[in-house]
């Protein structure tokens, strides 16, 4: 399974999809992209990791994916 988007592929994407939607950055449209954005978390800007973590919570669930990072989770609660 590739969890790379081409450019092409990335500028296709809604912005509802991103986690950082305003920054099109953290792509998660299936479950593989949601465990890449976990894994690549510590590269978020310290101030936008407690949306990203949110986000990645959210599209965790739909996706049926076990978040399993204390990092991602200590940062959604803040």
Known sequence: M?????????????DS??????RRE???PDAAHVRAAEAYFRYCPEGLKPKLARAILARAKEYGVD????????????
């Not at 590739?2 to 809604?14: A, G, H, I, M, T």
């Not at 999809?17 to 305003?22: A, C, I, K, R, S």
């Not at 399993?68 to 609660?77: C, D, I, K, W």
């Open 2 to 14: 590739n969890d790379r988007l081409s450019y092409e592929e990335k500028k296709e994407l809604p």
């Open 17 to 22: 999809v991103f986690g950082l939607p305003e």
């Open 26 to 28: 953290y792509p998660m």
């Open 67 to 78: 978040v399993e990072s204390p990092t991602v989770l200590s940062y959604a609660e803040s």
